[in-house]
């Protein structure tokens, strides 16, 4: 039996997302005190009085023409309320019953699905009696909690396991079939400016309209993790993105909430792909996202995006892989697929080449064929004198991967200068082929350096 679904429904701004990341444990959703923040469907898996369950936090149902944006979130949550399990359907008590609540009860009964009314913010006296206007709703006694304070919410937690199915008796050998795959899901995030069609694009990866996308830049507000599996049998942890801008336009509230969630998501890639613009071309700020990639240690990939609006698309790719090589000396070779979000042209050159920088980023070398290129390179081009006296650099060893992290060895060897550090980095990368992922090389002095005067 599949993992059963609840889903946490409500009008704006009663504290589904609170309750959501109260539920599953961990800080997951954006929260803020203004309606309508939550635009994208936050899914997370978690255990709740002793059973798997998967908790799908919605939009705010909101009464609008299905054309605007508001009105596109609610058929995204209406179509999820019909495959649930479970409807917890939250009312603010502080608020008080207001005619929206009362209107999408009545369509939530309607719907014939189980429902569980919880009513939130319910610390303190007027809160209570708050609470018990909410029978009013024809849907039974509300469950008082108080996401913010964390208060009744194991009660819930409980109710919510007994609410649901009964768990069928496992299928022999079925069901651990698509466990048994081995690899972990490959954890790849989508960064970009705004607008640069990074949801576009996960939705035609994913093949399912499941992020909401649109002109207006700003769309995405919160990171949102997907589930995927490529055509060869991979799988991969796909998280769509709000867009980057650069910090000092950052004014409001919920884009610092949001930047944040980005940058987050970033910090547990493996493999980023950075969506460019191409019709619009490479932007600094897109360099600048490039290089926290880099700073974070991240293997990456460009997706030059909407090629299909790109006229001369010979000086396009050029002029973007000149400025990538002569403004990314950190992160040479970075694999560029020139792609269509919106026709799926090239999309499927994109994950291939998202594999071959994670092998990459994970890759180990021998330290046999390590030495014997190191020795070749210090010969070729020895290193300087530093203060007077040479430096003896006498081994190297991939101390890491991802990145790959090497380590020199030698007498006084930590006062090598950057520039001789960027030549073996860079001979490195050219000789054992290791483009777009950050290497890092660091350098260790011996011991005693009394012991070794050369
Ligand atoms: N011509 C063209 N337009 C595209 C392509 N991909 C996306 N777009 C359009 O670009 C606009 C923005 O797309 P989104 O996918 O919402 O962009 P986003 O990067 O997710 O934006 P935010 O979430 O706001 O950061 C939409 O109008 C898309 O239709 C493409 O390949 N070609
Ligand atoms: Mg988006």
């Known amino acids: 039996m599949e993992t059963p679904l609840v889903v946490i429904a409500g009008r704006p701004n009663v504290g589904k997302s609170s309750?959501?990341?109260?539920l599953v444990g961990r800080r997951q959703a954006l929260v803020a005190d203004q309606p309508g923040l939550t635009r994208d469907r936050q899914d997370a898996v978690c255990t709740l009085g002793g059973r798997l369950v998967r908790i799908a936090d919605t939009a705010g149902l909101e009464e609008a023409p299905p054309e605007s944006l508001s009105g596109r979130m609610r058929a995204g949550a209406a179509s999820i309320l019909e495959q649930a399990d479970l409807i917890v359907f939250v009312v603010d008590a502080r608020a008080g019953i207001l005619p929206p609540d009362a209107h999408f009860g009545t369509w939530l009964r309607r719907l014939?699905?189980?429902v569980l009314l919880v009513a939130n913010k319910t610390e303190g006296r007027a809160g209570y009696n708050n609470a018990l206007d909410a029978y009013t709703l024809g849907l039974g006694e509300p469950l008082s909690v108080s996401a913010e304070h964390g208060e009744g919410i194991s009660h819930l937690m409980s109710t919510i396991a007994e609410m649901l199915p009964a768990p069928a008796a496992p299928?022999?050998?079925s069901e651990h079939a698509d466990v048994t795959d081995g690899l972990k899901p490959l954890r790849l995030v989508i960064l970009g400016r705004?607008?640069?069609g990074k949801s576009t694009l996960v939705n035609r990866l994913l093949g399912e309209d499941r992020m909401l996308t649109g002109p207006e830049p700003g769309i995405t507000r919160d990171a949102i993790t997907l589930p995927l599996h490529d055509a060869d049998g991979r799988s991969y942890q796909l998280v769509d993105t709000?867009?980057?801008?650069r910090r000092a336009r950052v004014q409001d509230d919920v884009e610092k909430l949001s930047t944040g969630a980005s940058i987050n998501a970033m910090r547990f890639a493996e493999v980023v792909v950075l969506v460019v613009d191409a019709a619009d071309g490479l932007h600094d700020q897109d360099l600048q996202i490039a290089r926290l990639v880099e700073r974070e240690g991240r293997a990456m990939v460009v997706a030059?995006?909407?090629w299909d609006a790109v006229e001369d698309r010979d000086a396009t790719r050029k002029a973007v892989a000149d400025r990538l090589e002569r403004s990314l000396a950190q992160l040479k070779g970075i694999p560029v697929v020139t792609l269509s979000a919106v026709t799926g042209a090239n999309v499927a050159k994109l994950l291939p080449a998202v594999r071959a920088v994670h092998d990459t980023w994970n890759k180990r070398i021998a330290t046999s064929a390590l030495n014997r290129w190191f020795e070749d390179a210090i010969s070729q081009h020895p290193p300087p004198a530093v203060q007077g006296r040479r430096l003896k650099l006498r081994y190297i060893t991939q101390a890491n991967a991802r990145p790959p992290t090497f380590v020199v060895f030698g007498t006084r060897a930590e006062a090598t200068p950057e520039d001789y550090r960027r030549y073996l980095v860079n001979a490195l990368r050219e000789v054992f082929v290791l483009p777009g992922t950050p290497i890092r090389l660091d350098?260790?002095?011996?011991?005693?350096p009394f012991s070794d005067k050369g």
């Open 19 to 22: 309750l959501f990341n109260r």
């Open 112 to 114: 014939g699905r189980p």
């Open 171 to 173: 299928e022999e050998g």
């Open 194 to 196: 705004p607008n640069a």
């Open 242 to 245: 709000a867009g980057l801008r």
């Open 304 to 306: 030059l995006n909407k």
């Open 443 to 448: 350098f260790r002095g011996t011991v005693n």
